[in-house]
């Protein structure tokens, strides 16, 4: 018996891991599942699958969720702290699936505690990465990751050393803007830019592929989980979403790794390493897919390209700061307060105005992440006035 834990369980990326854990249930024992404010939808599945604790991030819906779930064996539990003490529960393998910095105290709390983390958060990585990949070497913890491209390279990798290895090829699909000039980009809405072509995902993560800021993110995210230096890190728009991405080694030979673009392949991946397991996903049909395409990157028709090569250059607080503009700019271009097109250009001027020194820690870098997403607000007031 495996013990799982799910931050974000209630999530696009936290359903899909429970769909694999429900097909196994001799195989599982569940310690902790997590939501933000889904009351109806934890407590059933915390039922469902017999864990033994459920917490709430909003403090204030504790209440309701201890209501929902009276009667059963479940411990309820709500609030920021409680993220981070289920983390700490006795999980040998959780999975990191909350959006946003947010899960950034949860991740940290796995990775200190030991066991397997499998990382779906990228923006933590992305906010803190230095930090966190010092925390999982000082405990001793696997961090494996789920995004499909890194877990894609991962694979690729099989356990060559990174000295053996030329260039990594992030695969992007371009997401459902693709081919869109910058004039057309303008009236782009919310429903038309989570509406992704190959891959069904949360709001914030649809939005971001249709920014490309996904793409930078993810950028960022290979920096830190395979060290080789940005430089040989390389975009390569692929609008099938067939290869999730390639490795090549030294001697020119090329991996990389196929599969339907379904997150399950991924997370069963992570789910069984250094194993693996059978799953419901589609078999490739190539003959039905005829083509494979590729093409280079236009930094700029998709500006959040450039600004994240540009802030892991920097390196520092930059991409903490970048990534809580561009979670702001999200969250506000998902209400209707701006345009598509502003989401990148607040981003730009929020990274170009201010600058912090180097975080120590994770106070530094979650303080970073609180001045620049207030700097994103004023930065927008300004624009919608
Ligand atoms: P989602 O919006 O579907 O789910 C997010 C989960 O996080 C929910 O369970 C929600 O309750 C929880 N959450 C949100 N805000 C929170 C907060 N402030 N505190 C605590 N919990 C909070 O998102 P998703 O698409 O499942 O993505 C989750 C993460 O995985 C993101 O970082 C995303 O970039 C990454 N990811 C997702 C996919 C995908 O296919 N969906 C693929 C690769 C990577
Ligand atoms: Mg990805």
Not at 67 to 76: C, E, F, I, M
Not at 92 to 116: E, F, K, Q, Y
Not at 261 to 270: K, Q
Not at 347 to 370: F, H, K, Q, T
Request: glycine share 8%; proline share 5%; with cysteine.
């Amino acid at each position: 018996m495996r013990k799982v834990s799910i931050f974000g369980a209630t999530g696009s990326v936290g359903m899909s891991t429970l769909d694999l854990i429900r097909r196994e249930p001799d195989a599982y024992e569940v310690v902790a599942l997590t939501a933000h404010s889904d009351v109806e939808g934890l407590a059933r599945l915390a039922r469902e699958c017999g864990a033994a604790m459920a917490v709430i991030g909003r403090e204030e819906l504790y209440e309701p969720l201890r209501q929902a779930l009276a009667g059963s064996p479940v411990r309820t539990m709500a609030g920021e702290e409680a993220l981070v003490e289920a983390a700490q529960a006795g999980a040998d393998w959780s999975m990191a699936a909350i959006v946003g910095c947010a899960g950034l105290r949860p991740t940290m709390a796995a990775l200190r505690a030991g066991g397997t983390v499998a990382l779906a958060n990228k923006e933590s990585l992305v906010s803190a990465g230095l930090l966190m990949m010092d925390a999982a070497r000082a405990s001793g913890a696997t961090l494996l990751p789920v995004d499909s491209e890194h877990n894609a390279i991962f694979q690729c990798l099989a356990g060559s050393g990174l000295d053996e290895v030329a260039r990594i090829t992030l695969t992007a699909s371009g997401g459902p803007f693709r081919t869109f000039t910058r004039d057309r980009m303008r009236a782009i809405t919310p429903a038309q830019a989570v509406a992704h072509p190959n891959w069904s995902m949360g709001a914030k993560i649809s939005v971001d592929s249709a920014t490309m800021m996904n793409k930078g993110l993810e950028l960022i995210e290979a920096a830190h989980l395979f060290p080789i230096g940005t430089d040989r890190i390389e975009i390569l728009v692929h609008p099938q979403s067939v290869i999730h991405s390639m490795v090549e080694f030294r001697d020119r030979s090329t991996l990389a790794q196929l599969g339907s673009p379904d997150m399950r392949i991924p997370i069963a991946h992570a789910l069984a390493w250094p194993r693996r397991i059978a799953t419901p996903c589609q078999p490739l049909d190539l003959a039905r897919i005829g083509r494979l395409d590729f093409e280079a990157p236009d930094e700029d028709r998709f500006p959040a390209l450039r600004l994240a090569r540009q802030a892991v250059r920097a390196d520092g607080a930059v991409p903490a700061i970048l990534n809580a503009a561009n979670e702001v700019a999200v969250a506000a271009f998902l209400e209707g307060a701006i345009g598509f097109l502003d989401i990148a250009a607040i981003v730009e001027d929020v990274v170009n105005r201010y600058s912090v020194a180097v975080p120590r820690g994770i106070d530094d870098v979650l303080a970073a992440d609180a001045e620049a997403r207030a700097v994103a607000r004023q930065v927008m007031e300004r624009l919608t006035v």
